[in-house]
């Protein structure tokens, strides 16, 4: 079996329903924030990025809100698919590294 | 569309062995980095690595870790002598492409290491 590690908070939506997935950051000063989905036994994909001077950017069927006065990132999936399935997690980028949050699973039912 | 390839997909190494992980990063990216993540945690940061020295690294980045660009295509990892809590995935990325700053890191599927 699997190794105790982080319970990931775990996000179930129907297929065809709509996720946010929320994630808050540590530093104030960051002004860069990345979302990757990870499948199981892969590495962090890309998704979409967002820029501190910005507070929402849209991509093919994604959003990425920021509220900087919270420190708080949300990540938006519209009409979720099963192949959306996979754990999200949001990454703060602080001079020459990320920081990744502990991530959410989300389960697509059928 | 351009990848980071990492070679091997699975490492088992004895305990006190040296290990080496291998990268090819995205060709005209000039930034590459590992990170860490045992199994069912979140993705650790390890070392970044520009203009052949490193940048920054954290505190899992001890003596027994390496890094090395050996030639133009090439970015490993090296673990003088492992213990078993070096036991985890190990994934490379890269990005930059010395313009705008705020690129995405792009990264690949990860060596998984096991230490017995």
């Known amino acids: 079996g699997e190794s105790v590690g982080l319970h990931l908070p775990t996000l179930s939506v129907q297929e065809g329903d709509n996720s946010i997935i929320n994630c808050a950051y540590s530093?104030?000063?960051?002004?860069?924030f990345i979302w990757y989905k990870q499948e199981s036994g892969k590495g962090p994909q890309f998704i979409i990025d967002?820029?501190?001077?910005?507070d929402k950017r849209q991509g093919q069927r994604v959003t990425v809100l920021l509220n900087k006065t919270v420190k708080h990132l949300s990540l938006q999936i519209a009409a979720t698919q099963p192949g959306d399935s996979a754990v999200y997690f949001c990454?703060?980028?602080?001079?020459?590294?990320?920081?990744f949050g502990s991530g959410t699973r989300l389960l697509v039912r059928p | 569309e351009p990848e980071v390839t990492q070679t091997p997909s699975h490492q088992v190494t004895q305990m006190g062995q040296e290990v080496i992980l291998r990268c090819v990063p995205i060709?005209?990216?000039?930034?590459f980095y590992w990170y860490r993540q045992i199994l069912g945690q979140k993705v650790e940061f390890l070392v970044s690595?520009?203009?052949?020295?490193?940048?920054?690294k954290s505190e899992i980045f001890d003596d027994q870790f390496s890094v090395e660009r050996p030639d133009g295509s090439n970015f490993t990892l090296k673990i003088r002598s492992t213990k078993l809590e070096d036991s985890a995935m190990y994934f490379c990325?890269?990005?930059?492409?010395?313009?705008?700053?705020?690129?995405?890191?792009?990264f690949g599927d990860g060596t998984r290491l096991s230490i017995l």
């Open positions: 990325a890269s990005g930059g492409t010395g313009g705008l700053v705020g690129q995405p890191q792009h």
């Open positions: 530093n104030s000063a960051s002004d860069y």
């Open positions: 967002i820029r501190s001077n910005m």
């Open positions: 990454a703060e980028d602080s001079s020459y590294k990320l920081i």
């Open positions: 060709s005209n990216h000039l930034y």
């Open positions: 690595f520009y203009n052949n020295e490193i940048s920054e």
